[in-house]
């Protein structure tokens, strides 16, 4: 057992490492049930589709108002009590809405409220969460780093999660978030046991809108990291596009039915958990920029799979293809980022990087539904498919720069 934990969490990487592993598993869990309990409790008080959409608008629109007020906070203050006390607000507003579903007291002004303050607070713990894994460990070693909480993500939030989530759900529409506040309690316990080397204290007096600004200015000046923001941002609003209409489009257009829908997104994660364990190796062999053009050709090319594919199987195969790729781009970019960014602009840069992933991502899904009303159902993959063949082209040569980023800077 020691050997396998060795291997998974390796000695060399350090016991906050580890913390910083486990808070992320019960965090995940939490997240992943509250996936799937959310929209259902919603849907059990309301039938109306206008609240329901309102509902998931509500978690999502704190990113674009406090986004970057969440990147300055990242950078100001110490980033390890910021996720905890983030926790544990999100525990608070959980308690309340589980006393108000106990005593019959919940009502739809009730969940929308719960779900924007919960929203609100994710996008601080969130951002600040993501600078911690530079603080404890080596640049050599954050690939390894993304790699583990990438997989506990994909193994809690997308597979172990929702489904828990529903079954509790079940259970007692209380159930879901009682076990998602223990979920957050015992997620800030392991991140108050790491130890976090502290950032200098700023010179001066700061103002948020300065410090939002040098945010900007130092993203758009590094070439790499500007590159690989903008890059985020487009193949997001192409992904978005084609994933807008994914449930009509295995329901529709593959026969597959609810169930069959259920399967594609299975599909994905399950590929990703596969890839997880070659990663290491994946790094070892192939440089940081022949995987990021290797991992884009492949997105491109799933965009043209799912568009021509017209049996349930293939699109299922595709899927855990691209489950595969989204597991290894996504730990390369972040780790690409993380390597060139100074630590004291970690917040302020991701909360840039994650507004663009989120932002890209809500453009796509409008444009997906106005071009599935005009070209039918596969138009936004043939949209995706298109968009992300000429980003690729245009990018191509700059991926070698953006795989590179630390060096530039250290050279600079």
Known sequence: MGR?????????????FRWLVGSAWAGN??????????????ASQTSDPLLVALAGLLQRLPWLLLGLHAGVL???LDRRRVVIVGDLLRAVVLVVLVAALVTDAVNVPVVLAAMFLLGTAEVFVDTTTGTLL???VHKTDLGIGNARLTTARITMNELAGPALGAALFAAGLAWPFV???????LGALLIARMAV??????EGPRHVR???????????GNRAVRTLTLTIVTFNVTYGAAWSVLVLYATERLDMGPVGFGLLTTAGAVGGLVASPAYDWLERHASLGSIMRAGLIVETFTHLGLALATTGWVAVGIMFVFGAHIFVWGTTSRTVRMRAVPAELQGRVGSLYLIGLFGGIVVGQALG?????????????WFAFVGSAIILVLIWRELAHIAHADEEILAS
């Open 29 to 42: 869990l939490g997240d992943g049930i509250a996936l799937a309990a959310g929209p259902l409790l919603v």
């Open 4 to 16: 396998i934990v060795d291997a998974v969490l390796p000695v060399r990487m350090g016991t906050p």
């Open 369 to 381: 539904g106005v071009i599935a009303r005009i070209w039918g159902i596969t138009g936004p993959f």
């Open 179 to 185: 076990v998602q506040v223990v979920c957050l309690l």
């Open 197 to 202: 080397p502290r950032l200098p204290a700023p």
């Open 134 to 136: 530079p603080m404890v």
């Open 74 to 76: 990242a950078d100001r």
């Open 210 to 220: 300065r410090d939002i600004v040098e945010g900007f200015r130092w993203t758009w």
